[in-house]
């Protein structure tokens, strides 16, 4: 007698003995590594627009759990506040992607991405560029990923761009 499985998917769970609820179902490490990676590239995306965008969309995968959140939403309203009175475009040159370092089943450690930021001012042309790395944690938080807490990593280029765009923490 032969047995047949056709797409058999097994999910493993831990409940609480109280509650009956999911404390943390066991991931698949290779998606929430692209999940995370795809959520870091659309906040640069959307970084890079800031002058276009709310706050809130461009910090939409920061969880408010963390500080990384009122750090980073801060930041990005007063670069709006300040470009409407010196307006500027930003462009954000990668270097080989997001990596990430190290994801157990609800934290994500050392997510880094270098990236140039090049940015012109529109009154005069001025032109003023950094390069540095991001370093992220994530975690999870029902049961979908976000971003937590994040350092900026000074590399090269204009130091007062870097303490300019990213505030450091």
């Known amino acids: 007698m032969r047995k047949i499985v056709l797409g058999l998917l097994i999910v493993f769970f831990t409940l609480t003995s109280c509650e009956n609820k999911i404390t943390n179902p066991r991931i698949d490490y290779e998606k929430s590594r692209q999940i995370i990676s795809e959520m870091i590239m659309d906040f640069f995306h959307m970084f ?38 010196d307006p500027f475009i930003l462009k954000i040159n990668y270097y080989d992607g997001v990596s990430v370092g190290y994801v157990d089943g609800s934290n994500a450690y050392d997510v880094r991405l270098k990236a140039q930021f090049v940015a012109w001012r529109w009154r005069d042309g001025f032109q003023d560029e950094v390069i540095c790395t991001h370093i992220y944690t994530c975690i999870v938080e029902n049961y979908r990923w976000w971003i937590c807490d994040y350092k900026v990593k000074y590399e090269t280029g204009s130091k007062a761009l870097f303490y300019m765009l990213f505030e450091v923490m």
């Open 48 to 85: 890079e627009k800031l002058m276009y965008l709310n706050a809130d969309d461009i910090v939409k995968d920061f969880t408010p759990s963390c500080r990384g959140y009122e750090h980073q939403k801060r930041t990005i309203l007063n670069h709006q506040a300040n470009c409407k009175e």
